[in-house]
């Protein structure tokens, strides 16, 4: 169904790709308390804000510099 990343630089690929073929990404996003990730999508004219948005708001592991409880698991264009 998605594709899973841990690292940073993987999501940053993902959003490399999705700007290289003019495409959204979906980012699914795991919360404290929700048995299922949270899934957002990101059409291609926000690709790139959203790409600089979650590397100064998630560490290198994909958590929440605010919120460790708060984690990217996934992350595909559409």
Not at 7 to 13: I, N, P, S, V
Not at 20 to 40: D, R, S
């Amino acid at each position: 169904m998605y594709e899973n990343i841990k690292t940073m630089d993987e999501l940053k690929a993902t959003c490399d790709i999705a700007l290289a073929h003019k495409k959204g990404i979906v980012v699914l996003i795991k919360l404290p308390g929700l048995e299922a990730p949270e899934e957002i999508y990101n059409p291609p004219s926000n690709v790139r804000a959203k790409r600089d948005y979650y590397t100064k708001t998630y560490k290198s592991d994909l958590r929440m510099v605010h919120n460790d409880a708060i984690k990217i698991v996934g992350c595909y264009t559409k």
